[in-house]
């Protein structure tokens, strides 16, 4: 008993058969609709505000959010100026310590100094800028 050859290269109509015709060409997809440009905070970050149509309510709605951002301001501002305050004087306290403490060395503590003098001068930059 012979078995056929699984290649089928010796199979009379191999050679007779014509390929089989190509696929039809898929059309190509559409464009997938663009999100809109959202300016600022992406949509998913920003609070919902609805439609205003009266134009004193829209102003009214820009003063109040001004007073709010002008808060935040304020806040930030003093707890810049409390820290920095807070970093200098420690810096000149172990600068001070040191030095009176008689020893060979002393530390110049120029670090939290500096850092100090950087959140004091940016707080007080902030509170002059926004109104109180």
Known sequence: M?????TFDNHPSYESTPPPPAP???PPAPPAAQPPAYP?????QRAYQPPIEDAEEAARAQRVQRAAQDAEAQTRARRDIGFGAVWLLA??????????????FYIVAWGPMLYGAYRLIKGLVTRN???S
Not at 2 to 6: C, G, K, L, N
Not at 91 to 104: D, E
């Open 40 to 44: 600022g905070r992406p949509p998913a």
């Open 129 to 131: 800028r926004t109104p």
């Open 2 to 6: 012979t078995f056929p050859d699984p």
């Open 91 to 104: 810096g000149i306290i172990i600068t001070l310590w040191t030095l009176s403490s008689g020893a060979t």
């Open 24 to 26: 039809a060409p898929t």
